[in-house]
């Protein structure tokens, strides 16, 4: 490891902890003789970061943990298979701004030996938090409400856990994004509506409280069009029918995604240890 300088977009400075030659064995290329087969690849990483704190206290909790940056990207990439370096390369910057919260990366992928006439190919990107800010939904899904209790009491135990998360709804943009979005998707075999308070809505006096009331459906219609609802439900629960639509979850799940593997639809990065 060492420490250099960066300039970042903004027209700052920020430090750098460097980490050179990451040694990792992985299943990479597009290739006959390379799928199916783990080579070895070398990575360089560059985090820009400010480290002036940590230079005053001498404690690693004012820095960027350069051990706990090469561990999380030699488990991914050595528990991966990529095409591309590029892939590898991008997703490596990913870990990096999304877990270690750096204003800057710098990442080169070599793959030694990849050409005849070559000591080796590779690629270098530079990534900042702006070029990630394309919504990632990291999805834990479960369940501590019985399915016998009340449907209201479950809607409120849910929209009591999303004001917790400081989920904040924009009225301009119903779709945006948002720390978390709960929603029952099914309930048993349940066919039905009903109504919830929209407290983050505009106000409307027509409504008892002065609140838009939103409308919902069980099923949600949610899982019969957008693979991000219909695949967890069917990674859960692959083979319980929906009540509808009368076929399986994981049935729903590959017409959705329009793929065998849906379970592969989504790339998964390993942030939490």
């Known amino acids: 490891m060492s420490r250099g300088t960066c300039k970042l977009s903004s027209g700052g400075n920020c430090d750098v902890i460097e980490i050179d030659n990451l040694r990792c064995r992985t299943e990479i290329g597009i290739s006959q003789h390379e799928i199916g087969t783990k080579q070895e690849v070398v990575i360089s990483i560059r985090l820009g970061c400010d480290v002036q704190k940590a230079g005053k206290s001498d404690d690693i909790i004012d820095s960027v943990n350069y051990g706990d940056v090469s561990k999380d990207v030699i488990g991914y990439v050595e528990s991966t298979s990529f095409n591309l370096v590029e892939k590898l390369a991008t997703d490596v910057a990913r870990i990096c701004i999304t877990l270690y919260k750096v204003q800057w990366v710098q990442v080169r992928v070599h793959k ?6 070559a ?12 070029d990630f800010n394309d919504s990632v939904v990291y999805l834990s899904l479960g369940s501590n409400i019985e399915p016998r209790k009340n449907l209201r009491n479950a809607i409120a135990f849910l929209k009591e856990k999303a004001l917790k998360l ?4 924009d009225p ?3 779709h945006g994004p948002r720390t978390i979005d709960i929603d029952i998707s099914l309930w048993g075999a349940e066919v039905l509506e009903y109504s919830i308070v929209d407290e ?3 106000t409307n006096h027509s409504s008892p409280n002065g609140h838009i009331l939103e409308k919902k459906k069980v099923p949600d219609p949610d899982v019969l069009r957008f693979a991000h609802v219909a695949v967890p439900l069917a990674e859960i629960s692959p083979h ?5 639509n009368g076929s399986t979850l994981a049935s729903i799940a590959r017409d959705v995604t329009g793929r065998e593997d849906y379970a592969n639809t989504f790339p998964i990065v390993d942030l939490f240890r």
Do not use: M
């Open 240 to 244: 319980l029918k929906h009540p509808t």
């Open 172 to 174: 301009n943009n119903k």
């Open 119 to 130: 000591d080796s190919v590779g690629v270098k990107i530079e990534r900042t938090p702006e």
């Open 112 to 117: 030694p030996q990849a050409l005849r006439f």
């Open 200 to 202: 983050e809505g505009l």
């Open 166 to 169: 400081l989920r904040v709804r």
